[in-house]
């Protein structure tokens, strides 16, 4: 068929991968603009900018659709359909229509559950225990449209946001290219979303990102899993430096009680509203990850310190 792909993030990639591995001609790739990163602040292209280059694909980065030369563009093209996966901009009703099959979107949920920007977070931090990928077809409203193919997984107890992430892209690529190979044979069909069990995966705010101890510890470990590796939830500990950041990257539950935010052995052992919490992996600003034993080699935080 011939393809549009439109997307930004590393979540993204293996899917235009698994398209242009199944003989699918990708005639041009849209992506969010190159932004600066790093310490120098070079402009870096997305991942799929890198990709579809790579294979010599045409690359568009509009910062938006309201003009009528991008949406024209866009109509010239001539797609038969347009594969949706992270993109990041909204799309007006008449780049919607443009390809001859409309749009297909690959959502990291079981919609209705989880519309919206960080559903791979949002389903963790909830204390999910399942979720999956959804192609759709996409209309004017937030992930409201009609469903066609699906595929659940299983989130495991400790399992964060990053291992989801990696878990559901190469699943979403598969189920893509499932999609693709139906609609070119004319057996694509779509079922409408319930309107019942409608939730919204907000974006997430960096005020969400500070542990609160006081909480119970199975919400602060979903938080703590859920924001893992990016942007990590943190608290502030000071050994004898004056408070410092700390990132919690991986954790586990643990059994124990004390005052909220002390430690209840020598091992990062965390006391929460209610239960505890083993802290398995933290990061210090400017460092590397590190485990736990690791980490109290330079901080030396001992039974009954107090965490912020």
């Known amino acids: 068929m011939r393809v549009v792909f439109m997307g930004t993030p590393e979540f993204a990639r293996p899917v235009l991968a ?59 093209l001539g797609a038969d359909v347009a594969v949706v996966v992270a993109y990041g901009l909204i799309l007006p009703k008449a780049v919607l229509e443009a390809p001859a099959e409309g749009c297909l979107n690959l959502h990291a949920s079981l919609l209705p559950r989880w519309r919206g920007a960080a559903p791979i977070q949002r389903a963790i931090m909830a204390g999910d225990s399942k979720t999956g990928v959804m192609v759709m077809r996409m209309e004017e409203g937030l992930d409201t449209g009609p469903v066609a193919l699906a595929d659940t997984v299983e989130i495991e107890p400790d399992m964060t946001a990053g291992e989801l992430h990696d878990r559901l892209s190469l699943l979403g690529a598969d189920l893509m290219a499932r999609a693709l190979g139906a609609l070119s044979r004319g057996t694509l069909t779509f079922t409408a979303q319930s309107e019942e069990g409608v939730t919204y995966a907000r974006k997430i705010d960096k005020a969400e990102a500070r542990i609160d101890w006081s909480r119970p510890a199975e919400e602060v470990h979903n938080q703590i899993r859920g924001l893992s590796p990016f942007p990590g939830a943190w608290f502030e500990a000071d050994w004898g430096q004056g408070p410092q950041r700390v990132k919690a990257l991986h954790a586990q539950r643990a059994d124990g009680y004390g005052v909220p935010g002390m430690l209840l052995d020598d091992e990062l052992t965390v006391a929460c509203g209610s239960g505890a919490i083993r802290l398995v992996q933290v990061q210090r600003a400017g460092k590397t990850p590190m485990g736990a034993a690791e980490f109290l080699k330079g901080a030396p935080l001992v039974h009954g310190a107090r965490l912020d």
Do not use: C
Request: aromatic share 8%.
């Open 18 to 76: 698994e398209i242009l591995s199944q003989g699918h001609e990708v005639v041009a790739a849209y992506t969010r603009p190159p932004a600066p990163a790093g310490r120098g602040m070079a402009l870096v292209p997305s991942p799929i900018h890198k990709l579809a280059e790579s294979f010599g694909i045409p690359v568009f980065t509009p910062k938006s659709f309201r003009d009528e030369e991008t949406i024209a563009t866009f109509a010239g």
